[in-house]
Every structure is written in structure tokens, then in C-alpha cells.
């Protein structure tokens, strides 16, 4: 699946449509994300059954915020609509995958259960 630009105007549908959400918080003028994107739509095209999303900070400078993104890259994972991961930097591709299949493994109703 391609990666999806994210917007203010479509990350709710996006958030409310998909069980995962895998965000690169990233920007032009920024080296590492540039490097960092094949990577990001890489592992996009090895896990079809999660969206995939890109957000230029420059762009969507209040979506960014509203994630409190501090340095970028960022990536964000959400499940079922909880963000459950959040981490700056770019990744390697092995460990971009491992949080690809952390965030499948994690049973959401029992987090809830934890945290209520």
C-alpha cells in the first residue's frame, strides 16, 4: 500500500479507518528524513495490512504540535486509536520492522484493562 500523506483534514478518518498507523513526522530541508524515507516506504510495502503515513512539519505545523514533535524524524504508531509508541530518530529498517510487529502483537483490550 502506498505510503498516505497525512493532513489535519484527513488523520481522523485515517486514525478511525485503520487499526495501525505507523507516522514519519519529516521535512525536506531535513538529511536524515530524506535519508530515513525509503527505508519508512520500504517496510510500508512489506506490511500492507497497516497505513502508512507521512507528515511534512513544515506543512502541518499544528498536526505536528498536536504530537508535541520536537526534532524530526519522528515516528508515532497508533492502535485503535492510542498512540503506543513515539520515538525521534531515524531507524533502521530491521528495527522499523520490529516495531511494526511489536505494535501487531500488542492486545490493546488488555492495555486498556492496565491502565484503567
Excluded at 500500500?1 to 478518518?13: D, G, P, Q, R, S
Excluded at 508535541?68 to 509508541?85: C, L, M, Q, R, Y
Amino acid at each position: 500500500m502506498a505510503v498516505l500523506e497525512l493532513t489535519k483534514a484527513n488523520i481522523k478518518e485515517t486514525v478511525e479507518n485503520n487499526q495501525i498507523v505507523i507516522i514519519d513526522f519529516w521535512a525536506t530541508w531535513c538529511a536524515p528524513c530524506r535519508r530515513f524515507g525509503p527505508i519508512f516506504e520500504g517496510v510500508a510495502l512489506k506490511n500492507p495490512d497497516v497505513r502508512f503515513a507521512k507528515v511534512d512539519t513544515e506543512a502541518e505545523q499544528e498536526l505536528a504540535a498536536n504530537f508535541e514533535i520536537k526534532s524530526i524524524p519522528t515516528i508515532a504508531v497508533i492502535k485503535e486509536g492510542d498512540i503506543i509508541f513515539m520515538q525521534p530518530g531515524a531507524l533502521p529498517e530491521e528495527v522499523l520492522e520490529q516495531v511494526v510487529a511489536k505494535a501487531k502483537e500488542i492486545d490493546m483490550a488488555e492495555v486498556r484493562k492496565q491502565n484503567s
